[in-house]
């Protein structure tokens, strides 16, 4: 295979970053214009400032008077953003810029179209006692969100003063929202009652846990708990009433995917693709099945001790792998980062994730790769200050989910699971259940089906019946998707973009490519969309994305 020289290839990228900058130019007569990317720092640090809510006596503002400011104020921020001169940056620093337009996207949207302070009771729940796997939690939430996970009891003064601040802002807020909720989306309402409900249950479980802190703390909780409490009694009183679709309709989300998900393809594009992954792994997942036929079924584990001794030893297992087969550099914290989340065992009916756990604890420490983000985030945070945080909009989610998704079937292929063949076919299993919520989802938002219709679906298509319509997991995934356009369908559109991204690396370095420094790279860039990872990683903007960053 023959490479272009070093001199060609600077050339290259220097054409591209003159392409790109082109298509940003400010608007006619607009004479000054920035040109630094620590500018383009600055203006980051302005921008999020500019994004929280305003702040009343310590609780967020989401009423329709700030909203109408907030969005009226947005078109000045986004002609400042458009002034940028990028020319002469690299490709990273245009990176930057796609990042930030982007996040300034997400906050259009939601005037425009989510409303989510409007429209979405979940909207207002912030207690959390489960630390999410993603950089920031998955969907729209409202300002100061309280994690209760984060913090070690019994409590310190410091953190019990903290929690029971945020604790004295839920009364007001949830005041508020039986102002500011006024929206006609059937199914957005009805599982967002059972969404406040949930916070109400997490209040009284933490309350229980309280023992010496302050009595003025566990009077905040049960005041947090008593307005959540009343809150449902007032969604309930008007969930018959609300008869609207829940969906942003297709035109919305071709929007969405490309202004601020920035991915590269339509809403139609991705039903043929889900179509195409769901089809892939259940033949595939047909033909090891046949392979395997002989073999003994996998049963799951049964007891605590099995359940100690196999998830302990499958940590082990998986990082000896990488680092034996020189897939990946094993970083020291590794280790513990996934071991605290090995979680206990339980006894009663398995949800589908444990399904698949309880045969096979390594096939679920591949899609682990998610504490590997979050410890390079603690451990080695991003030297750029655009990268080193949680980016807004979980615009993140296609390299993160994406990335998670795909590692399982690479590290499939790479041999992971040979010496238990009866595990491929877990990977198979996991892939149709992706693909069929994924396609839940794009029905949802096209409005053409309810959420319990895309929960039945999504039932109907994943194997063996491991997937319950019984169980809380079809529908609070259903409801987050529905929340968030682009979510259910990211893990695999996500792996696919990755894909082409591992293959074009393949290419340009031949026989010099290494899987463990590929990875090294990967890590590097930090977690902005696939399609920039790709632009980074490569060097070459290719014609679909480039369409996709124009303004």
């Given at each position: 295979?023959?490479?272009?020289?070093?001199?060609?290839?600077?050339?290259?990228?220097?054409?591209?970053?003159?392409?790109?900058?082109?298509?940003?130019?400010?608007?006619?007569?607009?004479?000054?214009?920035?040109?630094?990317?620590?500018?383009?720092?600055?203006?980051?640090?302005?921008?999020?400032?500019?994004?929280?809510?305003?702040?009343?006596?310590?609780?967020?503002?989401?009423?329709?008077?700030?909203?109408?400011?907030?969005?009226?104020?947005?078109?000045?921020?986004?002609?400042?953003?458009?002034?940028?001169?990028?020319?002469?940056?690299?490709?990273?620093?245009?990176?930057?810029?796609?990042?930030?337009?982007?996040?300034?996207?997400?906050?259009?949207?939601?005037?425009?179209?989510?409303?989510?302070?409007?429209?979405?009771?979940?909207?207002?729940?912030?207690?959390?006692?489960?630390?999410?796997?993603?950089?920031?939690?998955?969907?729209?939430?409202?300002?100061?969100?309280?994690?209760?996970?984060?913090?070690?009891?019994?409590?310190?003064?410091?953190?019990?003063?903290?929690?029971?601040?945020?604790?004295?802002?839920?009364?007001?807020?949830?005041?508020?929202?039986?102002?500011?909720?006024?929206?006609?989306?059937?199914?957005?309402?009805?599982?967002?009652?059972?969404?406040?409900?949930?916070?109400?249950?997490?209040?009284?479980?933490?309350?229980?846990?309280?023992?010496?802190?302050?009595?003025?703390?566990?009077?905040?909780?049960?005041?947090?708990?008593?307005?959540?409490?009343?809150?449902?009694?007032?969604?309930?009183?008007?969930?018959?009433?609300?008869?609207?679709?829940?969906?942003?309709?297709?035109?919305?989300?071709?929007?969405?995917?490309?202004?601020?998900?920035?991915?590269?393809?339509?809403?139609?594009?991705?039903?043929?693709?889900?179509?195409?992954?769901?089809?892939?792994?259940?033949?595939?997942?047909?033909?090891?099945?046949?392979?395997?036929?002989?073999?003994?079924?996998?049963?799951?584990?049964?007891?605590?001790?099995?359940?100690?001794?196999?998830?302990?030893?499958?940590?082990?297992?998986?990082?000896?792998?990488?680092?034996?087969?020189?897939?990946?550099?094993?970083?020291?914290?590794?280790?513990?980062?996934?071991?605290?989340?090995?979680?206990?065992?339980?006894?009663?009916?398995?949800?589908?994730?444990?399904?698949?756990?309880?045969?096979?604890?390594?096939?679920?420490?591949?899609?682990?790769?998610?504490?590997?983000?979050?410890?390079?985030?603690?451990?080695?945070?991003?030297?750029?200050?655009?990268?080193?945080?949680?980016?807004?909009?979980?615009i993140f989610i296609s390299r993160t989910e994406g990335h998670a998704t795909g590692w399982e079937e690479q590290m499939l292929q790479a041999g992971m699971f040979d010496a238990r063949p009866r595990s491929r076919e877990l990977i198979y299993i996991l892939l149709a259940q992706r693909?069929?919520?994924?396609?839940?989802?794009?029905?949802?938002?096209?409005?053409?089906?309810?959420?319990?219709?895309?929960?039945?679906?999504?039932?109907?298509?994943?194997?063996?019946?491991?997937?319950?319509?019984?169980?809380?997991?079809?529908?609070?995934?259903?409801?987050?998707?529905?929340?968030?356009?682009?979510?259910?369908?990211?893990?695999?559109?996500?792996?696919?973009?990755?894909?082409?991204?591992?293959?074009?690396?393949?290419?340009?370095?031949?026989?010099?490519?290494?899987?463990?420094?590929?990875?090294?790279?990967?890590?590097?860039?930090?977690?902005?969309?696939?399609?920039?990872?790709?632009?980074?990683?490569?060097?070459?903007?290719?014609?679909?994305?480039?369409?996709?960053?124009?303004?």
């Open positions: 295979m023959r490479h272009s020289s070093p001199l060609l290839r600077a050339l290259t990228a220097l054409v591209l970053v003159s392409t790109v900058a082109s298509s940003q130019a400010a608007p006619a007569g607009q004479s000054q214009r920035l040109r630094s990317h620590d500018d383009l720092v600055r203006f980051f640090t302005e921008w999020r400032q500019f994004q929280r809510p305003k702040l009343v006596d310590g609780v967020p503002d989401y009423t329709a008077p700030a909203m109408t400011a907030q969005y009226r104020a947005l078109t000045s921020m986004k002609r400042r953003l458009a002034a940028f001169d990028t020319t002469g940056w690299s490709v990273a620093q245009q990176v930057d810029y796609q990042v930030v337009r982007a996040e300034m996207n997400g906050l259009d949207f939601d005037h425009r179209v989510l409303k989510p302070w409007a429209n979405n009771p979940a909207y207002y729940v912030t207690v959390f006692s489960d630390q999410s796997d993603q950089p920031a939690r998955e969907g729209p939430f409202a300002y100061g969100s309280i994690e209760l996970w984060s913090y070690a009891y019994p409590l310190s003064a410091s953190d019990a003063a903290t929690i029971e601040a945020g604790m004295r802002a839920i009364p007001p807020l949830l005041a508020q929202a039986r102002t500011n909720l006024v929206g006609d989306q059937r199914d957005i309402w009805h599982y967002g009652i059972g969404a406040i409900r949930d916070q109400s249950g997490e209040l009284a479980r933490f309350a229980e846990r309280l023992t010496s802190e302050p009595a003025s703390l566990r009077a905040s909780v049960a005041a947090a708990r008593a307005a959540t409490d009343s809150l449902v009694t007032w969604l309930e009183a008007r969930a018959s009433r609300k008869t609207g679709a829940s969906g942003i309709g297709i035109a919305n989300y071709d929007w969405y995917l490309k202004h601020v998900m920035l991915v590269p393809y339509s809403w139609a594009d991705e039903v043929l693709l889900m179509q195409r992954e769901l089809a892939r792994s259940h033949s595939f997942l047909a033909l090891e099945e046949l392979r395997n036929a002989r073999l003994p079924k996998q049963d799951p584990i049964a007891t605590a001790g099995d359940f100690d001794r196999r998830f302990g030893a499958s940590i082990a297992e998986y990082l000896d792998y990488l680092r034996e087969h020189d897939l990946y550099t094993v970083k020291p914290w590794m280790d513990q980062a996934l071991r605290e989340r090995l979680g206990r065992f339980s006894s009663g009916p398995l949800e589908f994730f444990h399904q698949v756990d309880y045969r096979d604890p390594v096939v679920m420490r591949t899609h682990g790769y998610h504490w590997f983000d979050l410890g390079f985030m603690k451990h080695e945070p991003h030297a750029n200050p655009i990268r080193r945080g949680p980016l807004l909009y979980n693909a069929a919520r994924a396609l839940g989802d794009l029905r949802m938002h096209a409005n053409q089906a309810t959420l319990e219709q895309a929960a039945e679906f999504t039932v109907a298509n994943v194997p063996r019946g491991w997937l319950s319509i019984k169980g809380n997991l079809v529908r609070f995934e259903q409801h987050l998707y529905l929340q968030q356009p682009g979510y259910g369908t990211s893990y695999v559109i996500g792996k696919l973009m990755l894909d082409r991204l591992l293959m074009r690396r393949r290419q340009q370095l031949g026989e010099s490519f290494s899987m463990r420094q590929y990875m090294a790279a990967f890590d590097a860039v930090g977690l902005v969309p696939a399609s920039l990872v790709e632009w980074e990683m490569t060097g070459e903007l290719r014609d679909d994305v480039r369409k996709m960053l124009r303004p």
